[in-house]
């Protein structure tokens, strides 16, 4: 038997935090989701500006950089190449996801939506906030 890191809802709170500085810098409001480990969504934030499909977005983002331990980008990169990736379950091959690891194990994901070119570096930002403790 091993033992398996969790997210808490402080760390989900210094995740959120450090992507909303982000999307200030990059003078955006952005839609925010964090998931668990197992992809379930712990947070979610849509501020008002932003449209009801960037809740799916975000979470899907979140979800496919949770159960694939790497960016959604390297998930919309692998569908370049081969098309039959769409197919892989729960997952959006859209750049905007980024795994959340700790000690080496992923423990979740940030996704994020509505700042366009920026959603992956706002995401990073949040995964940073977790990693750089």
Known sequence: MRSKFSLTLEDVHRIVAAC??????????ATIAVVDGSGVLMYLERPDDQPANSVDMATGKARTAAFRERPSSSLEARVKERPGFLTYPN??????GVPLVYQSQCVGGVGVSGVAD????????????????
């Not at 997952?91 to 905007?96: D, H, L, Q």
């Not at 920026?118 to 403790?133: F, Y």
């Open 20 to 29: 909303r500085r982000e999307a200030d810098r990059v003078g955006r409001a």
């Open 91 to 96: 997952a959006i091959a859209v750049t905007g």
């Open 118 to 133: 920026d959603d992956e570096v706002v995401a990073k930002a949040g995964a940073e906030a977790l990693s750089g403790e």
